[in-house]
């Protein structure tokens, strides 16, 4: 699917983290790929109302939950750095999408990491 917001669709998503060689780019690329699905998700679902964003990150959130044991494998882990570097980009995707209301905790509230 191709993404429609244009804001989105021109983002690098963990940049931040590439950019870092404590964090392998190729475990980075499965999380950048889930914040891609994240915005696919939104875009097709269109949700109405944060409830709705919030079952849509909380899902993309335990996606990341899963990706932790990449990390641990590739020598890595998802610590205070990476945690909020994720955490930031959660942000700007519910912000694309007009819900600036979003609370920041609740978007990854069901992070283990």
Partial sequence: MSLTNQQVAGHTFLER????????????DKGAAILMRLCERIEAA????????????????????????????????????????IGKEFWFVAKSYGFTDADHEELIAERDW
């Fill in 46 to 85: 269109k949700p109405s109302d944060l409830a709705a964003l919030y079952v849509l990150t909380h899902a993309a959130t335990r996606e990341f939950n899963a990706l932790e044991a990449d990390f641990d494998a590739a020598g890595s882990e998802i610590e205070t750095v990476a945690r909020e570097m």
């Fill in 17 to 28: 983290m590439y950019r870092d060689d404590y964090y392998p780019d190729h475990v980075v």
